[in-house]
C-alpha cells in the first residue's frame, strides 16, 4: 500500500455515537458521494487506507496525528523489498497498520481473534497472490458468516466506497489477518495517545451559553502544549481556561503546567454561538527550555529539557531528583531538540542510575539514524547517577533531535536520566 497524505474536513461528530460501518455508510452517502477509488482527494478519489483514517477520525472524535495516520497506511520508510518481507513474516506489529495504531499508538481498541470476528470491526490483512508476491488491504467487516466475511471501504475492485465483491477467509497460510473492535463511547471518553497526548473531545463536553466545559482526569502531571481543533475556520475569539485562570488570556497555543494527578476543569468560551469544535488536545512538552543549542563545542541536554513522550515517564521536579523518572513503561521515551553550530562527530555521555536490582534493561541513545545501545547499570539508587559514555554520533548542522528510549526493561523500572551531553570531538 501506497501512504499518501489525505488532508480532507473531517464532519464534526454527530450527538449520538453511530457504530463504525453505519459511519462508514453515512460518509459515503454524504462527504464521499460519488468518489471513485484512487489517492486524490482533488479528483474525488480516495483509497482504502484514506477513508479508514476519516472513519476512525469521526470515531473517535478527533483529528488524527501525523503518526497516527503514517502508522495507519503502515508509512515506515520500509523499501518494496522490506515490505514484501514483513508482510510474508506478518510478527512486526507495525505491519498490521490501522490494527497497531488503534491498539498499541492511539489505545482505542482491543485486538479479536478471526473465530470472535463480528460486523463493524476494523480489518488489515495482507495475502500472498498466485505470483507468490503479498498484498494489502484496509476496511471494516461487513457481514461475517463460516470464517469468512465481507468487507465494506474503498474498493479497487469496486473502483469506490461499497461492500466487496469477494468474500475474505479470516484464517489461512496464504494469509495475515489484524481485527481490532473499537471501544464503545469513544466521543465521551479522554483518550490519551501512546505518545502521552491527552484529547478532550466535543462530545464529552457540556455545552452552555457558547461555553463548552469537561472535566480533566490527569494521571501523568507534567507539562503540556494546548491547542483547539476545529472542523472549519477557528472563531474570531475563543478562550480556553484552565486550571482557574482568569478568562481575561486564554491557555490555547500555550504550555501549562499540571502539578497533580487530579481532576481539573477545562472550558472553553467562543464569541460564535456554536463553531465546528472537534477536540482539545494537550501534547507532552518540556518543562524546561525548548532553544537548545551547542555552546563552546558541547551540547548540555538536561531532562527537564527533554519532551516526554509515553504513558508514565516524566521530568521530576522534586530538588532531591531532577531527573526524567517513573520509567516503569517500555515503550515511554524523551527526545531533546537542538541546533548544532557545525556539522561534526560528538562522543556521547549520559547521567544514568538505577535502583538497587533494578539494573539489566536494555536501553538506547539515537538521533539521524543512528542508535547506540547499553545495558543499564545498577547504581544503587535510582538518583545515584553514573557518568557513561555511550560512543560516538555525526550530527549535521543546524536542528537535530536525539532520543533517549528503551527496548526492553529488566525489573520494575528501565533508569532515571539526569542528563545527556554531546561533546565535539577535537579536530
Same mark, same amino acid.
Given at each position: ?9 473531517? $464532519? !464534526?461528530?454527530? !450527538? ?13 452517502? %454524504? ?7 484512487? *489517492?486524490?482527494?482533488?479528483? =474525488? ?27 495507519? !497506511? ?58 507468490? @508476491? ?11 458468516? %463460516?470464517? #469468512? ?5 474503498? *474498493? ?36 490519551? @495517545? ?34 483547539? *481543533? ?5 472563531? =474570531? ?5 484552565? $486550571? ?10 500555550? &504550555?501549562?503546567?499540571?502539578? #497533580? ?16 469544535? &472537534? ?15 551547542? @555552546? ?17 515517564? &516524566? ?15 517500555? %515503550? ?11 556539522a561534526g562527530t560528538f562522543d556521547v555521555e549520559i547521567d544514568q542510575g538505577c535502583g538497587k536490582g533494578h539494573g539489566g534493561s536494555s536501553a538506547y541513545v539515537s538521533s539521524s539514524g543512528q542508535e ?17 559514555? $555511550?560512543?560516538?554520533?555525526? $550530527? ?16 520494575? !523500572?528501565?533508569? %532515571? ?11
Amino acid at each position: 500500500m501506497k501512504w499518501v497524505l489525505f488532508a480532507i474536513a473531517v $464532519l !464534526a461528530p454527530a !450527538a449520538l455515537q453511530a457504530t463504525p460501518l453505519e459511519t462508514a455508510k453515512a460518509l459515503a452517502a %454524504d462527504t464521499f458521494k460519488g468518489w471513485t477509488y484512487g *489517492h486524490a482527494a482533488r479528483k =474525488k478519489t480516495i483509497d482504502c487506507v484514506q477513508f479508514m483514517e476519516v472513519v476512525i477520525a469521526k470515531e473517535v472524535g478527533r483529528p488524527l496525528t501525523a503518526v497516527e495516520r503514517q502508522t495507519i !497506511a503502515i508509512h515506515h520508510g520500509w523499501s518494496a523489498e522490506e515490505v514484501q518481507a514483513q508482510a510474508a513474516d506478518g510478527k512486526d506489529p507495525k505491519v498490521s497498520g490501522l490494527a497497531h495504531a488503534l491498539v498499541d499508538l492511539m489505545q482505542v481498541a482491543t485486538r479479536v481473534e478471526p473465530s470472535e470476528a463480528r460486523v463493524g470491526d476494523f480489518v488489515q490483512y495482507w495475502k500472498q497472490n498466485e505470483g507468490g @508476491s503479498w498484498f494489502g488491504h484496509s476496511s471494516l467487516l461487513s457481514s461475517v458468516s %463460516d470464517g #469468512k466475511a465481507r468487507l465494506y471501504g474503498s *474498493h479497487k475492485s469496486t473502483n469506490g466506497i461499497a461492500d466487496s465483491n469477494f468474500e475474505l477467509k479470516l484464517t489461512g497460510d496464504d494469509r495475515h489477518v489484524f481485527l481490532v473492535r473499537l471501544q464503545e463511547g469513544l466521543q465521551h471518553n479522554v483518550q490519551r @495517545s501512546q505518545d502521552g497526548t491527552l484529547w478532550l473531545p466535543k462530545e464529552m463536553s457540556t455545552y452552555e451559553s457558547a461555553k463548552y466545559a469537561w472535566t480533566l482526569p490527569m494521571k501523568r502531571w507534567g507539562m503540556y502544549q494546548v491547542k483547539a *481543533h476545529f472542523a472549519a475556520i477557528p472563531p =474570531k475569539e475563543s478562550t480556553l481556561t484552565l $486550571l482557574g485562570k482568569s478568562t481575561a488570556e486564554s491557555h490555547i497555543g500555550r &504550555r501549562v503546567y499540571f502539578a #497533580k494527578p487530579v481532576d481539573y476543569p477545562v472550558s472553553l468560551t467562543c464569541k460564535d454561538a456554536e463553531p465546528e469544535l &472537534r477536540a482539545i488536545s494537550l501534547i507532552p512538552a518540556p518543562e524546561g527550555s525548548s532553544d537548545l543549542a551547542e @555552546s563552546d563545542g558541547k551540547a548540555v541536554l538536561h531532562s527537564r529539557d527533554a519532551t516526554v513522550f509515553g504513558q508514565v515517564l &516524566r521530568y521530576e521536579p522534586n530538588p532531591k531528583k531532577l531527573c526524567l523518572g517513573f520509567w516503569a513503561n517500555e %515503550d515511554d521515551r524523551a527526545e531533546w531538540v537542538f541546533e548544532i553550530e557545525t556539522a561534526g562527530t560528538f562522543d556521547v555521555e549520559i547521567d544514568q542510575g538505577c535502583g538497587k536490582g533494578h539494573g539489566g534493561s536494555s536501553a538506547y541513545v539515537s538521533s539521524s539514524g543512528q542508535e547506540l545501545t547499553f545495558t543499564v547499570q545498577d547504581t544503587g539508587h535510582f538518583q545515584n547517577f553514573r557518568t557513561r559514555t $555511550l560512543g560516538k554520533l555525526t $550530527l549535521s548542522a543546524g536542528m537535530n533531535t536525539l532520543t533517549v528510549g528503551a527496548h526492553k526493561k529488566s525489573k520494575g !523500572a528501565v533508569m %532515571d536520566v539526569c542528563e545527556i551531553r554531546l561533546v565535539r570531538e577535537a579536530p
